[in-house]
């Protein structure tokens, strides 16, 4: 929750390959206080069955620029294996590409805080390209 002196994150994903959330991906966050400052760890988390992070970690005070990592490799590695894109879905199989493995083993995000706001940056993800976006 952010104060008058931080600000918070929150995050969600959706894979935009199936529509439904994405669930069990890895995302850390680190901080910094200012751009030339050294970036800080200060955990992470797991996206639930909604693909929400709720439990993120507080920014400290001073926090400038945030960076998620979101760890996309896994979540890709096992979806291919459970084959969850043709089995749940009516969309059309990838016929042209090979979509095993992750093209973007991983995701990071970086973006620009004040204190005193709220940032929800949310990330659509597919086996070949994400966005992201400041949310509300």
Request: hydrophobic share 35%; with cysteine; glycine share 8%.
């Amino acid at each position: 929750m952010s104060t008058e002196t931080t600000a918070s994150v929150s995050t969600h994903i959706l894979d935009t390959s199936i529509g439904r959330p994405a669930e069990g991906v890895a995302i850390s966050l680190a901080a910094r206080a200012g751009s030339g400052a050294e970036w800080q760890a200060l955990g992470g988390s797991v996206t639930d069955a909604d693909g929400r992070c709720k439990d993120l970690p507080a920014l400290p005070e001073g926090t400038t620029h945030v960076r998620l990592d979101f760890e996309t490799e896994a979540y890709f590695d096992k979806k291919s294996a459970n084959q969850q894109a043709d089995a749940t879905q009516d969309a059309p199989a990838n016929r042209d590409s090979d979509t095993t493995g992750a093209f973007f083993p991983e995701v990071a995000i970086t973006f620009a805080v004040k204190p005193g706001e709220h940032y929800h940056v949310p990330l659509l993800l597919n086996p070949f390209g994400y966005s992201v976006y400041r949310g509300s």
